[in-house]
């Protein structure tokens, strides 16, 4: 088992940066992929990033060159670096994890192959 807690968000300005923390319990090593999925208020959750712990990485079409996922095995910790940060990002962002089960296993690319969320994280980005 595996819980996830977020932290880092709040209230940032336009075109400022904020770095969301995933913290995670148990071991690093049980887990393919991480997520981090945002929802805004009247919208679905999505994807903003995504990375196998081999190293593959996917982000969305509306963060890229913005956002960064990164990982330190040593603390258990997920983060998302996000910067130049728009009215548009602001969302409830959640960290998951989906279990490693075999090697082979591909990035997880939607929410329901996640195994594991944390409660989430507010962002507003507002002037």
């Known amino acids: 088992q595996v819980q996830l807690v977020e932290s880092g968000g709040g209230l940032v300005h336009p075109g400022g940066s904020l770095r969301l923390s995933c913290a995670a319990s148990?071991?690093?090593?049980?887990?393919?992929?991480w997520g981090w999925y945002r929802q805004a208020p009247g919208k679905e959750r999505e994807l903003v990033a995504a990375?196998?712990?081999?190293?593959?990485?996917n982000y969305a079409d509306s963060v890229k060159g913005r956002f960064s996922m990164s990982r330190d095995n040593a603390k258990n910790t997920v983060y998302l670096q996000m910067s130049s940060l728009k009215p548009e990002d602001t969302a409830v962002y959640y960290c998951?994890?989906?279990?490693?089960?075999?090697?082979?296993?591909?990035?997880?690319?939607?929410?329901?192959?996640?195994?594991?969320w944390g409660q989430g994280t507010q962002v507003t980005v507002s002037s």
């Open positions: 148990g071991s690093m090593f049980s887990i393919n992929s």
């Open positions: 998951a994890a989906e279990a490693l089960i075999t090697i082979w296993q591909p990035l997880a690319l939607t929410a329901a192959k996640y195994d594991y």
């Open positions: 990375s196998t712990s081999g190293g593959s990485t």
